[in-house]
Each structure stands twice: as C-alpha cells, then as structure tokens.
C-alpha cells in the first residue's frame, strides 16, 4: 500500500482490496486510506468481499490468497506427522518451504483458477501478479490454463545481499545473475568489479565461515547447508533455496539444527515455523488494533500514533516501523509496484520474475515457469540471456527432479487422479507402507475444508 502511494506514477489509481475475512479487510482499508491522506496520496482505495467487482476492468490483479490459512496448512501437516511423513507430507527434497505446499494444496490451485478465469472475463488486458505461495506451481498452472498475461514475484533473491555483506562488496559493483525456478535460483554469474567473485567467497568460507550463526531462522544464506550445496553443485544456491535441501539436511530436528544453526534449525524447523507464525500473528493483531485505534481517534495521524504509542498501547517497533513508511522517498524494496510503474510509466528497471520459459531456458519445456532476471519497460519484460549457463550437475540432479514433482502435483490437481498423490508417497523414503499412505491420503480428505477436494479426487479410476 505505502509503495503505490510512494508512486507518482500511479497518482490517481483506483485500489480495490478484496479479502473474505472483514476484520482484516477492514483494517487493511482503514490504514490505507489513513496513509494515502497523510501523505497527500491521490490514490483512491476501495472495499469489497466481492471478487467480480473488485476485478472489474482491473490493469492488475495482484493475488496473495492462502487458501485456507495457515490454520489449514498447520492441520494438514499435523495428519502427516501422525501417519510418520516428518514436516507433513509436502516436505518432500528440494520443496522444504512450510507454507509451500503442492500435494495437499487442491484448494490453493482451485483458488488460483478462480482468480485467473475471473481476469480473463473482465479484465482481459489485465495482468495477473503471482505473489501467494507456490509460485512455481502457480504460475506454471495459469500459463498452461488461462490465456492472460501472468507473471509471478518472489524476494528470494534478495538473499545476495548477506552475501555481499559478509564479503564487504559494494552491491553496486557486483555482476551477478540468478536463475531457474522459484525457490530453486542459482548464482550462475557473480562477479565483483569485472572480476570472478566466487575467490573472494572461497576465502571468506576458509577463513570466517566457523563464526557463523543465524541472527533469525531465517538467516541461512551462508549456513553450512548453503555451503555444502555450494561445494556439491559448483555455484551457490540463493534464497529460499538454501532451504530446499535433501532429507540428509532435514531427517529430524537435531538434523535441521546442524545444517541450518543454532537455536532454529532454520525457517522449517518445529521451532523456526513456530518462530515466524508467532511473528506473524503478533504483526496482524498489531495491525487490526492500530486500525481500530485510528476509527476511535479519526482526527490523530498516523505519526503522532508512532509517537504517542505507548498511551494507546501499541507497541514500540510499530512506532519505529512507521517512521520508516512515513519516509517518501523510502519503499519496501518489494518488486510488485515497481514492475507496474515500469510497465506503465516507462520507469524501466531490472527485476527477478516468475515468467513462462518463452525459449529463455534450454531443456526446459516453454509451458514451464521460470524464475530470471528480466528489463521492464513500457514495451513489455525482456529476459536476459542466461550466461554463464548453470553446471549440468544442477540442472541433472536438483532442477528436473524438482520439476517432476511441480507436474506431479499439477497433474493431480487437473485431473483429481489419487493415484499421482499415491506415487508422490510411495516414492517417499518416509513410506513404510502402501496402507500408511492409503490412510494419511483418507484423513486428509475427510477433512472438513476438503470436502471438493475428496469430491474432485474421488472421481479417479
């Protein structure tokens, strides 16, 4: 919200939130049109738990929708740990993320369809923005289903900045390039003032990389799993991929916590899960109290609330995370609202998108969405040509089986076949039997939130 107020750009764009929760509906509302007035925005913001109407003739649809919540993702995982699958059944090698779920996530697909055909009827010069979990899935699902313009964003890349850090570069004289699927990029192309960079990791590996520890679950750029991925594959793994290791990495919690640090074991851990859903739950409640605040006090702004927090309760990082959003010149550093000025305003920049590989990735089919770097500008995103190419040992053994188990799960959810849900699981080194997968699949689909679910999978052969 601040990032397109921030924009002159897009000074008198209409926003329409759409959410089917009212009360986070409503303090999103209530703070946005707050900001917009306090900073002399003309942007305009609208309300509805109407899809239809909020997409009317929309130029963008930016969809970040968790299906059900983590309150669902948290049930399903906990069936799984029942039935012996460790993390839930969707933790499976290269896919550790705990909300990037694909194997039970029927209703996060059904839910992108929904949104995606809805553009297509009215919004058909609309863009479709991928921001919700999984990117990969989904935005390979639109590109195959719908015939609208989709791309799909994700920050994970931004992990190169820890990199930078501990080698003290200045980003602004690093070459670097990343590359293939959504939480599967690869440092293909890094170096520092026209030089190869990768000497300089080698060194800081040698003599700094005993020091390290996690400053937050999740802090693992330069976490000895990274490192060992490094020394396996040939380049670095970024982002989210550092966490989408082998089960060697990820067995069990004493495991998590000698690859990914003390005290988390990372951002998947039971620990580290535990760590992020509290930070989230505190910042959402955060949230729908200032809002409500703001209701009974109409006429406060937002920056003596900063101010004057602790007489109405709230706490002292919302006052110091509202001087950073009160700062004009200050955006999140997220790519959603600039790719949009790019498109429309010719403000071209570079970005990392989530796009269909229209021939920009050899090997793979064009169907596919890959993750790379990419111009954008009023003529639309231009890829870059991906050079250096990634070593054969990273696209052999990490990408493709990563993308088998993207078709799997797409080939399940479009066709409701069980038995694809089946051979995920008899191929898990977590399966003892056919019946433990026969009944953690059954309990699964009994529960209340999947009763289409079971409907669509119970028409398979």
């Given at each position: 919200?601040t990032?397109?107020c921030?924009t002159?750009?897009l000074?008198?764009s209409?926003?329409?939130l759409m959410d089917?929760d009212?009360e986070?509906?409503?303090a999103v509302?209530?703070l946005a049109?707050k900001?917009?007035?306090?900073?002399?925005?003309?942007l305009?913001?609208?309300k509805?738990?109407?899809?239809?109407e909020?997409l009317?003739?929309?130029?963008?649809?930016?969809?970040?929708a968790?299906?059900?919540?983590h309150d669902?993702?948290?049930?399903?995982?906990r069936i799984?740990?029942?039935h012996?699958?460790?993390?839930?059944?969707?933790?499976q090698?290269f896919?550790?993320?705990s909300?990037?779920?694909?194997f039970?996530?029927?209703n996060?697909?059904a839910?992108?369809l929904?949104v995606?055909?809805?553009?297509?009827?009215?919004?058909p010069k609309?863009?479709?923005?991928?921001?919700a979990?999984?990117?990969?899935?989904?935005?390979?699902?639109i590109?195959?289903?719908v015939?609208?313009?989709?791309v799909?964003?994700?920050?994970g890349h931004?992990?190169?900045n820890?990199?930078f850090a501990?080698l003290?570069?200045?980003?602004?004289?690093?070459?670097w390039?990343?590359?293939w699927?959504n939480?599967?990029?690869w440092l293909?192309?890094f170096?520092?003032?026209g030089?190869d960079a990768?000497?300089l990791l080698d060194?800081?590996?040698?003599?700094k990389?005993k020091?390290?520890?996690?400053k937050s679950?999740?802090?693992?750029?330069?976490?000895?799993?990274?490192l060992?991925?490094?020394?396996?594959?040939?380049?670095?793994?970024?982002?989210?991929?550092?966490?989408?290791?082998t089960?060697?990495?990820?067995?069990?919690?004493?495991t998590k916590?000698r690859?990914?640090g003390?005290p988390?074991g990372g951002a998947d851990s039971e620990?580290?899960?535990?760590?992020?859903?509290e930070?989230l739950r505190q910042a959402?409640?955060?949230m729908?109290f200032?809002a409500k605040?703001?209701v009974r006090?109409?006429?406060?702004?937002?920056?003596?609330l900063?101010?004057?927090g602790?007489r109405?309760?709230?706490?002292?990082?919302?006052?110091a995370e509202?001087?950073k959003?009160?700062?004009?010149q200050?955006?999140?550093?997220e790519?959603h609202?600039?790719?949009?000025?790019?498109?429309?305003n010719d403000?071209g920049a570079?970005f990392?998108l989530?796009?269909?590989?229209?021939?920009i990735?050899?090997?793979?089919?064009?169907?596919?969405?890959?993750?790379v770097?990419?111009?954008v500008?009023k003529?639309g995103i231009?890829?870059?040509a991906i050079?250096?190419?990634?070593p054969p040992?990273?696209?052999?053994y990490y990408?493709y089986p990563r993308?088998i188990r993207m078709?799997?799960a797409l080939d399940a959810?479009?066709?409701?076949?069980?038995?694809v849900l089946k051979?995920?699981l008899?191929?898990d080194?977590r399966?003892?039997s056919?019946?433990q997968v026969?009944?953690?699949?059954?309990?699964?689909?009994?529960?209340p939130?999947?009763?289409e679910?079971?409907?669509?999978y119970?028409?398979?052969?």
């Amino acid at each position: 919200m601040t990032d397109l107020c921030k924009t002159p750009g897009l000074a008198e764009s209409v926003v329409a939130l759409m959410d089917i929760d009212p009360e986070r509906l409503e303090a999103v509302y209530v703070l946005a049109t707050k900001y917009a007035e306090e900073i002399g925005s003309s942007l305009t913001f609208t309300k509805t738990a109407d899809l239809e109407e909020a997409l009317g003739d929309a130029d963008f649809v930016i969809n970040t929708a968790m299906a059900g919540g983590h309150d669902y993702l948290e049930k399903v995982r906990r069936i799984g740990e029942k039935h012996g699958y460790y993390r839930g059944i969707d933790a499976q090698e290269f896919n550790m993320v705990s909300d990037y779920f694909t194997f039970s996530n029927y209703n996060q697909f059904a839910l992108f369809l929904t949104v995606a055909r809805a553009v297509e009827r009215l919004a058909p010069k609309g863009w479709y923005v991928q921001a919700a979990n999984p990117v990969f899935e989904g935005v390979t699902l639109i590109t195959r289903t719908v015939p609208i313009k989709v791309v799909g964003f994700c920050h994970g890349h931004y992990a190169l900045n820890a990199i930078f850090a501990a080698l003290e570069l200045d980003p602004a004289e690093v070459d670097w390039q990343v590359a293939w699927f959504n939480h599967a990029i690869w440092l293909n192309r890094f170096r520092y003032r026209g030089e190869d960079a990768y000497p300089l990791l080698d060194r800081w590996i040698a003599e700094k990389a005993k020091d390290w520890k996690p400053k937050s679950p999740f802090d693992d750029q330069l976490s000895p799993v990274a490192l060992d991925m490094y020394r396996f594959y040939g380049v670095m793994p970024v982002g989210d991929t550092v966490r989408n290791a082998t089960w060697r990495c990820h067995r069990d919690l004493s495991t998590k916590v000698r690859w990914y640090g003390e005290p988390w074991g990372g951002a998947d851990s039971e620990p580290g899960w535990t760590w992020y859903q509290e930070t989230l739950r505190q910042a959402t409640e955060i949230m729908k109290f200032v809002a409500k605040t703001l209701v009974r006090n109409p006429f406060i702004k937002l920056r003596e609330l900063g101010e004057q927090g602790a007489r109405f309760g709230i706490p002292l990082e919302f006052a110091a995370e509202l001087e950073k959003l009160l700062d004009h010149q200050r955006k999140s550093g997220e790519q959603h609202v600039p790719f949009i000025d790019a498109l429309l305003n010719d403000q071209g920049a570079r970005f990392v998108l989530n796009i269909p590989n229209d021939g920009i990735l050899s090997g793979i089919p064009r169907a596919v969405a890959v993750e790379v770097p990419a111009w954008v500008d009023k003529d639309g995103i231009h890829p870059e040509a991906i050079e250096p190419p990634l070593p054969p040992r990273v696209v052999n053994y990490y990408l493709y089986p990563r993308m088998i188990r993207m078709e799997m799960a797409l080939d399940a959810s479009l066709t409701g076949d069980l038995r694809v849900l089946k051979e995920v699981l008899y191929r898990d080194p977590r399966t003892r039997s056919d019946a433990q997968v026969e009944a953690v699949l059954a309990e699964i689909l009994d529960l209340p939130e999947n009763v289409e679910m079971k409907r669509h999978y119970c028409q398979s052969p």
